[in-house]
Structure formats: structure tokens, C-alpha cells
T-cell receptor, first 112, second 113 residues
Framework: KNEVEQSPQNLTAQEGEFITINCSYS?????LHWLQQHPGGGIVSLFM???GKKKHGRLIATINIQEKHSSLHITASHPRDSAVYIC??????????????FGEGTQLTVNP | KAGVTQTPRYLIKTRGQQVTLSCSPI?????VSWYQQTPGQGLQFLFE???????NKGNFPGRFSGRQFSNSRSEMNVSTLELGDSALYLC????????????FGPGTRLTVL
């Protein structure tokens, strides 16, 4: 079993829909990242969370440390949101900010 | 401010050859990390450099190596290429070693034939 699991693996939505992507992890963590990867490979860091909730524009990320679960929400989805969304965690005790364990990603397609 | 740049963007090599990939971080960033992304294994951490020193290394064989120069530019080298080394190699830079946001480059897509 992977230490970081995402669901769903694939998600197709209509423009305007509210979208939720989930991430569950089985190790103790000090931080969780949400990343966005567009076709062609470029990755953008969306959020880094250690507790609670963060919001940026139409994106909201939440984390529940006790339940070892995080969600990424996209409100009023748009075709330009189509990308792979990747959850990654930094283990407790890890001193490097870049030594992360990654989920397999969720492929999101938003149709007009 | 210019972003992270990686060269070359695409590369085709044959088994047994070696390859060097280059990464130029954002100006002022001193930490450079490398990741490998394959369809089977997903994203995996390769190594991290800070102030010209390798600070962390992932679970990869010794054929994978790297270095960082005084201007923070980094190179990674893969020797004796295997078919399984075909992947997207991503570089990311950040200001420091810990708890800093990472900025990713566009990646180098390596194909080993």
C-alpha cells in the first residue's frame, strides 16, 4: 500500500462544477503539499499545509491531521483547471523541505 | 524574475551512454532539488543541493549523481543508462533548505533506447 493515496485517480467534470480531490496518508507528517501539473510536465506548487485550511482564489485546501486526510476543492471549475493534481507529504523529522513522498496524482478534466 | 530553467528539454540516448542535465534556479535561490517522474513510479525525490553540497539523497543507485556550482546552478548525471531511466527529470529551487516553497522547472524528458 502506498504511503500517500489519492482519490479519485481520474475525474471528469463540467465547467462550473465543484470539485473535490482527496489525499490520505499513513505516516506522520509535518507538512502536506498540493501540486498542479499541466500537460508538458511543468509543476506549480499550489499549497503547503500543516494544519487547518488555506484558500487561494477558487482553490481551497484542508487538512485533518488526526484523520491523516487532506482535500483539495475547486469551486466554479473551468477548462483551464484541467491538469494532474498531486498530493505530497513531508514526514515528521524530515529536515529537508524537498524530500517528499508523492501520491500518484489525480487527472482532472473539465469540459466546457 | 526569470523562473527555473532546465536544459535540454528533450534528450534521446541509448543504453550504456551517460547523460548530463542542467538546472538554473531562480536568482537568489540556493537550494536545488531533483526529481524523477515515470508512469510506473510517479514522482520520486532524487537529491537536494544547498551551498554546493549534497544535503539529501533519495533511494537511487550510484549511477545517479549531481553537483551544484557556486552560482547555485546544478547538474545531474546518469551514467550507464538503462531503459528504465526513461523519465521526466524535474528540478526545483527554493530559497533555503527547509519549509520554503519550491518552484519547479519545465523538466527534461529523457528517452533511453
Amino acid at each position: 500500500k502506498n504511503e500517500v493515496e489519492q482519490s479519485p485517480q481520474n475525474l471528469t467534470a463540467q465547467e462550473g462544477e465543484f470539485i473535490t480531490i482527496n489525499c490520505s496518508y499513513s505516516v506522520g507528517i509535518s507538512a502536506l503539499h498540493w501540486l498542479q501539473q499541466h500537460p508538458g510536465g511543468g509543476i506549480v506548487s499550489l499549497f503547503m499545509l500543516s494544519s487547518g485550511k488555506k484558500k487561494h482564489g477558487r482553490l481551497i485546501a484542508t487538512i485533518n491531521i488526526q484523520e491523516k486526510h487532506s482535500s483539495l476543492h475547486i469551486t466554479a471549475s473551468h477548462p483551464r483547471d484541467s491538469a494532474v493534481y498531486i498530493c505530497a507529504v513531508r514526514r515528521v523529522g524530515e529536515t529537508s523541505g524537498s524530500r517528499l513522498t508523492f501520491g500518484e496524482g489525480t487527472q482532472l478534466t473539465v469540459n466546457p | 524574475k526569470a523562473g527555473v530553467t532546465q536544459t535540454p528539454r528533450y534528450l534521446i540516448k541509448t543504453r550504456g551512454q551517460q547523460v548530463t542535465l542542467s538546472c538554473s534556479p531562480i536568482s537568489g535561490h540556493r537550494s536545488v532539488s531533483w526529481y524523477q517522474q515515470t508512469p510506473g513510479q510517479g514522482l520520486q525525490f532524487l537529491f537536494e543541493y544547498f551551498s554546493e553540497t549534497q544535503r539529501n539523497k533519495g533511494n537511487f543507485p550510484g549511477r545517479f549523481s549531481g553537483r551544484q556550482f557556486s552560482n547555485s546552478r546544478s547538474e545531474m548525471n546518469v551514467s550507464t543508462l538503462e531503459l528504465g531511466d526513461s523519465a521526466l527529470y524535474l528540478c526545483a529551487s527554493s530559497m533555503g533548505l527547509t519549509y520554503n516553497e519550491q518552484f519547479f522547472g519545465p523538466g527534461t524528458r529523457l528517452t533511453v533506447l
